[in-house]
Nanobody, 115 residues
Framework: QVQLVETGGALVQAGGSLRLSCTAS????????VGWYRQAPGKQRERVAT???????IYADSVKGRFTIFRDNAKNMVWLQMNSLNSEDTAVYYC?????????WGQGTQVTVSS
């Protein structure tokens, strides 16, 4: 059974940066497209960034130009570099594979941006 672990969340001031990490135990990320998602209080989970096995990336308009998703298949890890954070980025962040179906969701990591 694959276990997803997200780390790196923290309380940060508006304008600051964070780097989130994601790893999957029990499976190799290298053959999977991976996405970072977030869920703010009272809102549905939304996908903010994706990376294909060939490193093609796609971003939600709300984070384009501020967030960067990247991966290291040898380390079986995917990261989300977040810059110029604002209060709307406050959420629990999750990672998961894109296809064929998501694995069981991890605990996520809390990002809180103070203004």
């Amino acid at each position: 059974q694959v276990q997803l672990v997200e780390t790196g969340g923290a309380l940060v001031q508006a304008g600051g940066s964070l780097r989130l990490s994601c790893t999957a135990s029990g499976s190799a990320f290298s053959i999977n497209g991976v996405g970072w998602y977030r869920q703010a209080p009272g809102k549905q989970r939304e996908r903010v960034a994706t990376i294909s096995p060939g490193n093609t990336t796609i971003y939600a308009d709300s984070v384009k130009g501020r967030f960067t998703i990247f991966r290291d298949n040898a380390k079986n890890m995917v990261w989300l570099q977040m810059n110029s954070l604002n209060s709307e980025d406050t959420a629990v962040y999750y990672c998961n594979r894109l296809w064929p179906t998501p694995w069981s969701w991890g605990q996520g990591t809390q990002v809180t941006v103070s203004s």
